[in-house]
T-cell receptor, first 112, second 111 residues
């Protein structure tokens, strides 16, 4: 089954404790993105990647890191999480920018 | 800052009516336009994509694009309670550089 998977689905952590949210797709997509979704603000792009080892900032990259060492994986790293990073996070992938994105199930992160 | 604007709603329509959802965008260079549906607590899923001016129909859904006026709309005919969700407008520009989403319009279909 073609899909985008994210782990964990739910995470409660404390300020400053480094964490990684994994994202993997099995559709051989070139492009992958991370978004956060907050009430009243909608989906905002954090980082995107156009291919292995090629990443770029989206609209809200501060406090986040990403890497793309393999085509299928695109982890999101929070080196020192803060409460303002409490949000619902989605990973997405697509063939190219002019096609639909396929979203993962989401990761609900709470930073205390 | 490229912007995509939607009325957050809620937009309430009776079952069987036509729901009309609108979206405007600021970047005249925008090339691809998408409507996603998102149920509460779930991930967005594609409803329609449209790339050129005019109408595109798929079942009960019609997307309309007017690049001169910089708006894109989604019509849902014969609205059903199962259509109750938030509808997100998304716009891409210049290839896969940045994808901008609107805040979404919450649609409520009243039985």
């Amino acid at each position: 089954e073609a899909q985008v998977t994210q782990n964990p689905r739910y995470l409660i952590t404390v300020t400053g404790k480094k964490l990684t949210v994994t994202c993997s797709q099995n559709m051989n997509h070139e492009y992958m993105s991370w978004y956060r979704q907050d009430p009243g603000l909608g989906l905002r792009q954090i980082y995107y990647s156009m291919n292995v080892e090629v990443t770029d900032k989206g609209d809200v990259p501060e406090g986040y890191k990403v890497s793309r060492k393999e085509k299928r994986n695109f982890p999101l790293i929070l080196e020192s999480p803060s409460p303002n990073q409490t949000s619902l996070y989605f990973c997405a992938s697509t063939w190219d920018g002019n096609n639909e994105q396929f979203f993962g199930p989401g990761t609900r992160l709470t930073v205390l | 800052q490229k912007e995509v604007e939607q009325n957050s709603g809620p937009l309430s329509v009776p079952e069987g009516a036509i729901a009309s959802l609108n979206c405007t965008y600021s970047d005249r260079g925008s090339q691809s336009f998408f409507w996603y549906r998102q149920y509460s607590g779930k991930s967005p899923e594609l409803i329609m994509s449209i790339y050129s001016n005019g109408d595109k129909e798929d079942g009960r859904f019609t997307a309309q694009l007017n690049k001169a006026s910089q708006y894109v709309s989604l019509l849902i005919r014969d609205s059903q309670p199962s259509d109750s969700a938030t509808y997100l407008c998304a716009v891409t520009s210049g290839g896969y550089q940045k994808v901008t989403f609107g805040i979404g319009t919450k649609l409520q279909v009243i039985p």
